[in-house]
């Protein structure tokens, strides 16, 4: 079930690295440069300081109503971000962070929301058809009328109650991922 998802090596370094990003947002929430929160003698983290030091940060910002499709937002942070209504469609918004925010009626459609952590967020009425949603940790988060269509749940990490839900309204496949929804829900 969704819930046992988290095992193998792979996951472990997803959860890692979702770990390590959610230690450089509590930095960057606290004044501390990102960046350097990573940096230790040994040299650990330095890829992920890396995949950082370039990114834009909309944490706490609103976003509503912006357009953003097509956009590279790999790593970008948009915890705690109102972005209600807003363009996401084709977004690469790969291991982005989406934290408590609200991203109702937004369009995701076509994007890219691999390793996303989007715990406690609200996607309310948000477009996720033919979206990659492959091995996102979304505990606590609400999808209530979302178009799912071709989404790829794949290796998610979701609430029990919001895979029943999603499960009544699944259908399609992922074009790029050739998964059907309902299988990558694992209704």
Avoid at 148 to 165: K, N, P, T
Wanted: proline share 2%.
């Amino acid at each position: 079930m969704a819930a046992n998802r988290l095992e193998g090596p792979s996951a472990k370094r997803r959860f890692t690295s979702l770990f390590c990003s959610l230690l450089v947002l509590i930095g960057s929430w606290l004044g501390a440069n990102p960046a350097a929160a990573l940096d230790t003698a040994a040299g650990v983290g330095m890829q992920d300081k890396a995949l950082f030091q370039e990114r834009v940060d909309y944490t706490l910002t609103n976003q509503s109503e912006v357009d953003f499709h097509g956009q590279t937002l790999t790593n970008t942070s948009f915890a705690g971000a109102t972005a209600r209504g807003a363009n996401f469609s084709g977004a690469d918004l790969h291991g982005a962070i989406f934290t408590q925010g609200s991203f109702s009626d937004a369009d995701f459609s076509d994007a890219d929301l691999s390793d996303v952590l989007m715990d406690r967020a609200d996607f309310t009425g948000t477009n996720l058809t033919n979206a990659l949603l492959n091995g996102v940790i979304a505990s606590g988060s609400s999808f209530a009328g979302a178009s799912i269509e071709g989404a790829d749940f794949s290796d998610a990490l979701l609430d029990r109650d919001d895979v029943v839900r999603l499960c009544r309204d699944a259908e399609g496949v992922n074009p790029t991922t050739g998964m059907a929804t309902r299988d990558s829900l694992e209704c």
